[in-house]
């Protein structure tokens, strides 16, 4: 028979993500419909290992849903990835009646939510990263905010560049993940899009193309750079030098992980965090939710663990040919 859940845990782990909050929002009214208790653990598993834990109720989570960042604060924590870490932290969860958790976070966050259900404390864990790495989705909360913020931004060194008659690099967050620079390519009509994934290193080939675009008159040459490949700075002075072309490197930073989130994060982060609650009243733990083929999914943790994905090939294709 399936475990009846009293009270509920809810933590935000890893990075930030814009949605955090419409997620938490949803988490803690949905229990409280269902007539659970909740509460809130601060700065991931480091606060439960603290224990830093507060009662929360509906207003707890009132006037957050158009805020970037986490109420909740998150945190790294090593003491967690350790096996006597993972049993505190259990423990600690008995010791204030916590017997779901659900957990914000990426691939890390998982493994330690996979870790407090093998501890016998059923959990769920949302995706949250601006990343879109998580394998077993199509959609992580924070990426459509992050992707569309990034874009503005790079609309506007766009100005400045075609005004000096420049090239830019511009270099976006992502981790080891092409997903924000592969978007951005297209979004922003980029001259060049460099992804972890499908990078060559090739800068020769790179320069040419940004010879031969100023010779049929292109007023600037827009190179979106992934985090995962880096060196901007460095390469922006190495194509100034071969190609005589005034070159800036701009890195977006953190500003891409920041602001209010859009109206998709906040819609999918609310569905996602509801259903991990409808999950727990199930019984259901070790597991993580998803949205694939247009649906709300949710997978075993190891088996979302196991799953790779990659930029899809076609996209990657056609974004090389709308740059000429
Ligand atoms: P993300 O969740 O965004 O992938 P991290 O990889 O930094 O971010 O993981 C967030 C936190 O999850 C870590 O600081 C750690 O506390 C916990 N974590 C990561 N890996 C493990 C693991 N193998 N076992 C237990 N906890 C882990
Ligand atoms: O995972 C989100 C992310 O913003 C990545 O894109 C980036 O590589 C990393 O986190 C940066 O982490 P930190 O905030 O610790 O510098």
Redesign the pocket.
């Known amino acids: 028979m399936a475990k009846q859940v009293k009270t509920i845990g809810v933590l935000t782990?890893?990075?930030d993500a814009p949605g955090m909050n419409a997620a938490i929002r949803a988490i803690v009214r949905t229990a409280i419909h269902k007539g659970l208790e909740v509460k809130g653990i601060m700065r991931?598993?480091?606060g439960l290992l603290q224990e830093e834990i507060v009662d929360m109720n509906s207003t707890s989570v009132s006037d957050i849903i158009h805020r970037g960042g986490t109420v909740l604060y998150t945190?790294?924590?090593?003491e967690?990835?350790t096996a006597d870490g993972?049993k505190k932290g259990a423990e600690i969860c008995r010791k204030h009646n916590i017997d779901g958790i659900v957990v914000i976070?990426?691939?890390?966050?998982?493994?330690?939510a996979g870790?407090l259900s093998a501890l016998g404390i059923n959990t769920i864990g949302l995706p949250g990263?601006i990343d879109l790495d998580i394998a077993c989705t199509d959609y992580t909360i924070g990426f459509d905010t992050a992707v569309n913020t990034a874009m503005e931004a790079i609309d506007k060194v766009r100005d400045t560049s075609t005004s000096h008659e420049r090239c830019s690099i511009i270099e976006v967050m992502g981790r080891n993940a092409g997903y924000i620079a592969l978007w951005c390519g297209f979004a922003n009509g980029a001259e060049d899009i460099l992804l972890p994934e499908r990078y060559d290193g090739d800068e020769q080939a790179l320069i040419n193309r940004i010879i031969e675009n100023r010779k049929r008159g292109k007023k600037h040459h827009i190179i979106i750079n992934a985090e995962g490949i880096g060196h901007s700075s460095s390469m922006a002075k190495r194509i100034e030098a071969a190609t005589g072309i005034e070159t800036r490197a701009t890195i977006l930073g953190h500003m891409q992980r920041g602001g209010a989130p859009t109206c998709k994060d906040r819609v999918y982060a609310s569905i996602m965090g509801a259903k991990a609650v409808e999950l727990l009243c199930e019984g259901k733990s070790n597991r993580v939710i998803g949205y694939k083929h247009g649906e709300f999914v949710d997978f075993d943790i190891q088996e979302a663990l196991s799953m790779t994905k990659d930029i899809p090939e076609d996209q990657f294709q056609i974004s090389k040919m709308l740059v000429r």
């Not at 976070?105 to 330690?112: A, I, M, Q, V, Y």
Request: glycine share 30%.
């Open positions: 782990s890893g990075g991931g598993y480091a945190a790294r924590c090593q967690f990835t993972q976070g990426g691939d890390g966050s998982f493994r330690g870790k990263t």
